[in-house]
């Protein structure tokens, strides 16, 4: 079982930039649409960013202009730069991998993310 794991959360400030990466424990990474989600306390599940096996990404409008992913998948792993962070993106991050011929579906542990003076 392929295991995806992230690192890069931690507290910054608003206005404050961190880099969260998703590493994939095989070489199996190009084989995957990546995603990152969070989840706030009391809220729901939410996707943040995808990007599939050809490069295309999707941003939730609340971080487009703001936040990029990327893959790089001779290092097997998927990153999430984060600009520009406001209290709101206080959340758990989660990388999730979907296997783009079975479907089946990964996700990592998470990773926190707290922005606040």
């Known amino acids: 079982q392929v295991q995806f794991v992230e690192s890069g959360g931690g507290l910054v400030q608003p206005g404050g930039s961190l880099r969260l990466s998703c590493a994939a424990s095989?070489?199996?990474?190009?084989?995957?649409?990546m995603g990152w989600y969070r989840q706030a306390p009391g809220k729901e599940r939410e996707l943040v960013a995808t990007?599939?096996?050809?490069?295309?990404?999707d941003y939730a409008d609340s971080v487009k202009g703001r936040f990029t992913i990327s893959r790089d998948n001779a290092k097997n792993t998927v990153s999430l730069q984060m600009n520009s962070l406001k209290p709101e993106d206080t959340a758990v991050y989660y990388c999730?991998?979907?296997?783009?011929?079975?479907?089946?579906?990964?996700w990592g542990q998470g990773t926190q993310v707290t922005v606040s003076s």
């Open positions: 999730r991998a979907v296997h783009s011929t079975t479907q089946s579906d990964n």
């Open positions: 095989e070489s199996v990474l190009w084989m995957y649409t």
């Open positions: 990007i599939t096996t050809g490069q295309s990404t």
